[in-house]
């Protein structure tokens, strides 16, 4: 396993907490479980990639991985195919 460097890992503290308060928990529990579960093999593309999406809004998000609403082209690919299975998500009950 390799050191994440000082940078690499405020990054990923700083997206991780925009990933789990997104403001409805049912966007915390989409959006963060996908974090939690994927981050640690992204690339720094990923990275760039996941922070622009978390710009959007959450309904727009949430939407896009449900398959309501069309996928904008600069977010379709491998990481919105795995968001789309939902399977990562594990609600504490």
Avoid: N
């Avoid at 940078?7 to 700083?14: D, H, I, K, P, Y």
């Avoid at 579960?37 to 622009?52: I, M, P, Q």
């Avoid at 809004?57 to 939902?86: F, H, N």
Wanted: with cysteine.
């Amino acid at each position: 396993m390799t050191e994440l460097s000082p940078q690499r890992q405020e990054r990923l503290a700083r997206l991780k907490f925009r990933a789990w308060h997104r403001g409805t928990r049912e966007a915390d529990y989409m959006i963060g479980c996908f974090f939690d579960r994927f981050h640690s093999a992204w690339t720094d593309a990923d990275l760039d990639l996941f922070e622009r999406m978390i710009d959007e809004e959450d309904v727009d998000i949430m939407a896009w991985a449900l398959g309501t609403l069309s996928i904008p082209e600069e977010y379709r690919g491998p990481m919105m195919d795995r968001m789309m299975k939902l399977d990562y998500v594990d609600i504490p009950r």
